[in-house]
């Protein structure tokens, strides 16, 4: 069989697409006073407002600009649709103002936005952003844009790499950084890591986007109640296996989370198989016990041949001795049949009719 059949079984949780909106009401209780008590805690971290991140897209601008790399008309473009005294919206993505204008000024950055939007598979080219020359507001920016997106597309392995060791504090919108890598350390099962991520952006609740909060209390309650090796928690590893295989991640990463699935698998069906030992053997022994209280109420000192008191006669009858020996009259052997298939599989009927064909053919000798 398949991997890809066989663990196409396992169901999902969440589905981070879109926004990474809820999909789903809670299926259990959140414990929303402790993670209220959670809150009481200074915040560790800050939300930037709009007027700073234009702060810092203008100040790595002309950067650019004083480097040679950039024109000063590019800057004055910019500032043409992000004035200085723009109010932002309810709905308006920083993150996303931020990739448009490092777009426009770095065609490898145009480059990278418009394969992760086109949803190409194949691994995105980033290995300019480890150049010594890159500013690293720009690179922290584009790890959290493209780190983002593919959250979004249900690449966790490869959003967690992008954000993983990215800087809070400098983030452009650290409140997506939060919620980003918490969903793939929720999705990837690593649970500690999960909670303390989950933790730190409900400090900031109230502040943050409203699915971002809701969703992150839902996570937080999901992973505290799951139990390592549970069903629910290797149902969920053979969820990731499907993930990994419909992306065509079949290498041994892949296969190590297989592996480690079946080793769950095995020791699951060990433990039951030895509860249904133990259970058979106090069965066994209440029953042997009730026997060896039978008769005078102690069981035989000694393994022995019982003494029995009859004759050991077996009344002789005769069953005859014709041709017709073992032929049942054609209405009585439609009966059986019937009754044959209504007990047991179909299996067994046709293996009786064969043997009734024997029988009518001769092959079949009485003893």
Known sequence: MEPSRFFRAAVGLMAVAGGVAMAAPAQGPV??????????????????????????????????????????????????????????????????????????VDPRAAEMRRAALAGERGPADVGWLAGPAIDPF????????????????????????????????????PAALLFHRAACQHWLLESDVAVESLDRLLE?????????????????ADIVALEDESLDHIARRMRDITRRLDLGRAGPQTLAVQDGVIE????????????????????????????????????????RIAGGKGPGEVTKRDIGDGDGWGKLPPHEREEALQQIGREFPAHYR?????????????????P
């Open 138 to 173: 720009q690179r922290d920016a584009v790890r959290l844009w493209l780190g983002r997106e593919r959250v979004r597309q249900g690449r966790f392995d490869e959003g967690l790499s992008l954000l993983a060791d990215l800087d809070l504090a400098a983030a452009v919108d």
């Open 204 to 220: 900031r609740a109230g502040e943050i986007p409203v699915r971002y909060e809701r969703l992150a209390r839902l996570l937080r």
């Open 264 to 303: 769950s698998l095995d020791k699951m069906i060990d433990k039951i198989e030895q509860q249904q030992q133990q259970q058979q053997s106090q069965s066994s022994g209440g029953a042997g016990a009730a026997g060896g209280r039978s008769g005078n109420g102690t069981p035989m000192d000694d393994s």
């Open 31 to 104: 414990d929303v006073a402790a993670a209220d008590r959670d809150l009481e805690r200074p915040p560790s971290w800050s939300v930037p407002s709009p007027a700073a991140v234009r702060g810092k897209v203008f100040a790595w601008l002309e950067a650019r600009v004083a480097a040679g790399t950039s024109r000063r008309e590019e800057t004055a473009a910019v500032e043409a649709t992000w004035p200085e005294n723009a109010t932002a919206t309810a709905d308006e993505d920083l993150l996303d103002r931020v990739i448009d204008v490092l777009a426009r």
């Open 350 to 366: 046709e293996a009786i009719e064969q043997y009734f064909k024997r029988l009518a053919s001769g092959e079949e000798k009485r």
